[in-house]
């Protein structure tokens, strides 16, 4: 479930995406990049990852999005947040950077560096 190699979930089009993965570049480390908006993670995945960073699920969203507002989610449960997650990736917050048990989000890109 869990990736045992440095991964990045990554959306391309993000800044933060791009300095991250730049950063872990510069440190000689080749992730393998997810791009987990066209390779939609699985809800085992997202639960998985959230269990990694520590966090609750509205943690792990991106509340500014169009979606997250669309869909009500500001009271959602966690199910519900992670079935969102799921449905919709574009609420996932990124980047983030996964390697065995452990991720951490890049906001801002330096976090990742307590986990590789």
Same mark, same amino acid.
């Given at each position: 479930m869990?990736?045992?190699q ?6 391309p089009?993000c800044t933060?995406s791009?300095e991250?993965?730049?950063?872990l570049?510069?440190r $000689? &480390?080749q992730?393998a990049?997810?791009l987990? #908006?066209v390779? %939609?993670?699985?809800?085992a995945? =997202?639960?998985?990852?959230r269990?990694?960073?520590g ?7 991106r509340?500014?999005?169009k979606?997250f507002?669309?869909? $009500? &989610? ?5 199910a519900? #947040?992670?079935? %969102?997650m799921v449905a919709?990736? =574009? ?5 983030i950077?996964?390697?065995d048990?452990?991720a ?7 976090a990742v560096?307590?986990i590789?």
């Amino acid at each position: 479930m869990m990736p045992t190699q440095l991964t990045i979930w990554h959306n391309p089009r993000c800044t933060k995406s791009r300095e991250t993965l730049a950063l872990l570049q510069a440190r $000689g &480390l080749q992730p393998a990049v997810r791009l987990y #908006l066209v390779d %939609a993670p699985s809800e085992a995945e =997202i639960v998985a990852v959230r269990n990694a960073l520590g966090v609750t699920a509205d943690t792990m969203m991106r509340k500014g999005e169009k979606m997250f507002r669309e869909l $009500g &989610l500001g009271s959602a449960s966690e199910a519900e #947040l992670i079935g %969102a997650m799921v449905a919709h990736p =574009i609420l996932i917050e990124r980047p983030i950077v996964i390697l065995d048990r452990r991720a951490a989000i890049g906001r801002p890109p330096e976090a990742v560096l307590a986990i590789v």
